[in-house]
């Protein structure tokens, strides 16, 4: 091991911003899809002394069309959602009609009727106590709103059924405390999830239409993950800058990625550094794939000289999935250089 993972205290001093400057490790073991299936043991073997310092850990969630569990209900599908069609996730739609509204949330998906769904977790934390370890799912509101009603759908419901998508939103946020209820008792430090609100220029709606209807939730949201204790994380791509300044307001603890080549990390650490943390992800798309091991190494120690303060603050990341193109040595001087950070 090049270091021993840090302890969970110094984990959350350096996410508190309480004089710990040193840079904890999380999601930077992130293969994205073919990787593995293109050098298999080998990433095992390669990451093998590279410590996680915030380990994550997922419970049971519901299933697309098909329950996971023996309760029929426990999916985000519906009796009423139209048979699962070709293409990608964001074109397909489970509630086409927001006049069957009532009866997609007479099925919504009762957390609190499974049983089972953290047993891993338990168990999970149970075997490494002093660890700093992070609740964790994809899809948290826009994620999971335009994964029910389609991207196109959503966005228009934005503007013309702004009091339909609310009652969806709370119906998230009441099943999503449930989970971050369950997770607390199971003994994880923070919640980490997501919602990709931008594209590679700018967010996919206004700022306005984040503040008037999403923003209210994630402040609820963030309120009683803090009452429980906890941190909150969130992977959000593109480029968010219009609304860091919101995410501080309502106490959002750690933002990733700070996506590279959409945001300006000079401006992005001048204006919100010291008011938020950032697990900065690093880039995936160019320089992992197509930089020099040098060049990686070299943007390993910039990303450190922006964003490093003497009290905290910075988390290492890769941005995303790594993807297959990446060569082996360039994963390994990522790693091998944030660890030494």
């Known amino acids: 091991m090049l270091r021993e993972p840090y302890p969970k205290e110094i984990v959350r001093a350096v996410i508190e911003r309480r004089g710990a400057d040193c840079v904890p490790l999380a999601f930077h073991k992130w293969w994205g899809e073919g990787t593995y299936d293109k050098y298999g043991a080998r990433l095992d073997e390669l990451v093998a002394d590279i410590p996680d310092d915030a380990p994550a850990v997922s419970y ?9 569990t023996p309760d029929p209900d426990y999916r985000w599908a519906f009796s009423g959602s139209p048979s699962p069609s070709t293409g990608g996730l964001d074109a397909r739609t489970l509630l086409s009609d927001w006049r069957d509204l009532d009866a997609y949330l007479a099925e919504f998906p009762a957390l609190e009727r499974q049983s089972g ?19 964790h799912w994809w899809y948290c509101f826009y ?17 013309e059924h702004p009091a339909e998508l609310k009652r969806l939103t ?19 430090d923070g919640i980490f999830t997501s919602d990709d609100l931008g594209s590679q220029r700018a967010l996919m709606m206004s700022p306005a239409v984040f503040r008037r209807i999403l923003k209210p939730f994630y402040a609820e949201f963030i309120r009683e993950i803090h009452s429980l204790g906890m941190h909150f994380w969130l992977h959000a791509c593109g480029n968010l ?25 000079a401006e992005v650490a001048e204006r919100f550094g010291g008011k938020i943390s950032f697990l900065i992800g690093v880039d995936v ?7 020099t091991e040098a060049e990686v190494r070299a943007g390993i120690r910039e990303v450190a000289r922006i964003f490093r ?23 390994r001087a990522f790693m091998e250089e944030a660890t030494l950070l």
């Open 60 to 68: 049971v969630t519901p299933g697309l069309y098909e329950s996971p």
């Open 117 to 135: 769904l953290f047993d891993r977790t338990r168990a999970f934390i149970a075997a490494q106590p002093d660890r700093y370890i992070l609740g």
């Open 143 to 159: 994620e999971r709103l335009w994964a029910i009603r389609g991207m196109e759908n959503v966005l228009l419901d934005f503007l």
């Open 170 to 188: 709370q119906a998230l946020l009441d099943h999503h405390i449930k989970a971050i209820r369950q997770f607390k008792a199971a003994g994880v």
């Open 241 to 265: 800058t219009a609304i860091i300044g919101d995410f501080v307001e309502i106490g959002l603890d750690v933002l990733h990625p700070i996506q590279a080549h959409t945001m300006d990390y």
């Open 285 to 291: 798309q160019h320089l992992l794939p197509e930089g």
């Open 309 to 331: 303060r003497p009290e905290g603050g910075l988390l290492l990341a890769a941005g995303n999935g790594i993807m297959p193109e990446t060569p082996l040595g360039n994963i």
